[in-house]
């Protein structure tokens, strides 16, 4: 996903930079049922390190609700379209 303007992530003191973030959604095939389904365990969001730790990246987890809203904040600043940034799906529509 990317974000125009710099943003905090609920849960994390430091303000991330403006740019592009990988995400990370860990889902588990539901068992048992006549049809594949998958339930959402977890997401995260890859943040590349500074300082000492240049070079690393972290995965901080977060929810799927934070970063929609993160995103809609980072779009009321910039005027862009959220769904967009967050999903190729969202583009047009």
Known sequence: MTFSNPFT??????????GTYDT?????LLQGLSFEAYIRIATFLAVCG???HAGQREL?????????????????WTGTCSKAAMSPQGVGR
């Open 9 to 18: 992530l609920p849960g994390y003191p430091d303000e991330l930079p403006a």
């Open 24 to 28: 990370l959604v860990v889902e588990e």
């Open 50 to 52: 500074s300082g000492r």
């Open 60 to 76: 901080r987890p977060t929810t799927e609700d934070d970063l929609e809203e993160v995103l809609s904040q980072d779009a009321a």
